[in-house]
């Protein structure tokens, strides 16, 4: 009984321990552009009702940027075509093979033991259906990374106002007081 607590306490521990070093959220890199041309790229850090909080990408120090001196904010996104390649090649070339197995299945019957090895073995619809899948995937990968774009200057604080809650689910504390003071 008290090896099995032991073991039991020592796994709890460890645990613990390795929750202690669960990574932190990244806010989303962000370029800024400002109403006078300038612009400000960094990590956004937290949306406030009046500005935006980043650390810069070159000095890395902390920024406060006013929100009447926006003009616009750019999210970067990382492209997801390799991770769409792979996944639609995988999914295609699937996708062959079932198909190069029904071809093989003969007219008079739907049993399997009907297949001709030629049929079984043939790699063409495994290749076209792969490639065909690879490109799809490719292209909605790519798709999925492109940058948003969040417009701020001429807009009613409505249309502000989405935005800004749009931006906070960007940020790295996404849930920072929206008090004004």
Known sequence: ??????????????????????KV????????????????????IAVKPTS???VESE????????????????VKRESRAKQGLVSGLLIGGCLGAVQ?????LKEEGDTTSNMTAAAVLSPIPILIFGAV???VGAGIGEAAGQDKEFPIHGRDE?????????LRAEAR?????????
Do not use: C, H
């Not at 190069?100 to 093989?104: D, F, N, Q, Y």
């Not at 409505?158 to 749009?166: D, F, N, Q, V």
């Open 59 to 74: 000095s890395g120090r902390d920024s406060s940027v006013d929100l009447g001196e926006v003009f616009r904010v750019t």
């Open 100 to 104: 190069a197995l029904a071809s093989g």
């Open 133 to 135: 899948g690879a490109l």
């Open 1 to 22: 009984m008290k090896k099995a607590f032991a073991l039991w306490l020592a796994l709890s521990l460890l645990g613990a321990a390795g929750s202690l070093w669960a």
């Open 173 to 181: 504390y996404p849930d920072f007081p929206q008090t004004r003071r």
């Open 52 to 54: 935006l909080l980043l």
């Open 158 to 166: 409505g249309a502000i106002s989405e935005t800004l809650k749009s």
């Open 25 to 44: 959220r990244r806010g989303a890199e962000v370029i800024v552009f400002m109403k006078d041309g300038s612009n400000v790229t960094g990590e956004l």
